[in-house]
T-cell receptor, first 111, second 115 residues
Framework: QKEVEQDPGPLSVPEGAIVSLNCTYS??????FMWYRQYSRKGPELLMY????GNKEDGRFTAQVDKSSKYISLFIRDSQPSDSATYLC???????????FGRGTSLIVHP | EPEVTQTPSHQVTQMGQEVILRCVPI?????FYWYRQILGQKVEFLVS????????KSEIFDDQFSVERPDGSNFTLKIRSTKLEDSAMYFC?????????????FGSGTQLSVL
């Protein structure tokens, strides 16, 4: 089974808020975890990826993986209106790198 | 930054007709993919292509679908006899240099409408 599950939202926050986006997965064999961002009428764009449990930080974004609970999170600090998009979590095997996507969570950051 | 280019951006066709969706992957990339997204649903994997052959495909990619890299720069998806349920956004993606091995670059998609 290759399911990745996300709450579709929408999640609406004020500018400057800390955003927490969450995702669960079922296939423990897939060891590569990703977050993509998708703007309206555009293809997904890779934000972050990680192989390991724990945190990975890149600017305002932090990805967190908890393999014991099969839980993936993305935190966005100091959120901006330009962060308004759909955020897709995904996982893949380390060999093929073919993402299996969640449904995505729609984020709206209002000024 | 280099990008994956897809044409057309919107294609309308009658049920039963053949369609070809076109993609120009990033130059020097080695792995090519097609995904689709039905309105309101997940982005779903269709097929991956490497070294001029299909390397992996999903259950969705049945005999009605085919892919081709006809000239070393284009990558096409053909649907032989379209059905209403083929209406979706189709995304092409590519990856594959030493420094960006894990990262798939997606195009902006072709919206296919089957009437």
């Amino acid at each position: 089974q290759k399911e990745v599950e996300q709450d579709p939202g929408p999640l609406s926050v004020p500018e400057g808020a800390i955003v927490s986006l969450n995702c669960t997965y079922s296939n423990s064999a897939f060891q590569y975890f990703m977050w993509y961002r998708q703007y309206s009428r555009k293809g997904p764009e890779l934000l972050m990826y990680t192989y390991s449990s724990g945190n990975k930080e890149d600017g305002r974004f932090t990805a967190q993986v908890d393999k014991s609970s099969k839980y993936i999170s993305l935190f966005i600090r100091d959120s901006q209106p330009s962060d308004s998009a759909t955020y897709l979590c995904a996982q893949a095997s380390g060999g093929s790198y073919i993402p299996t996507f969640g449904r995505g969570t729609s984020l709206i950051v209002h000024p | 930054e280099p990008e994956v280019t897809q044409t057309p951006s919107h294609q309308v066709t009658q049920m039963g007709q053949e369609v070809i969706l076109r993609c120009v992957p990033i130059s020097n990339h080695l792995y090519f993919y097609w995904y689709r997204q039905i309105l309101g649903q997940k982005v779903e994997f269709l097929v991956s292509f490497y070294n001029n052959e299909i390397s992996e495909k999903s259950e969705i990619f049945d005999d009605q679908f085919s892919v081709e890299r006809p000239d070393g720069s284009n990558f096409t998806l053909k649907i032989r006899s379209t059905k209403l349920e083929d209406s979706a956004m189709y995304f092409c993606a590519s990856r594959g240099t030493v420094t960006t091995n894990e990262k798939l670059f997606f195009g902006s998609g072709t919206q296919l409408s089957v009437l």
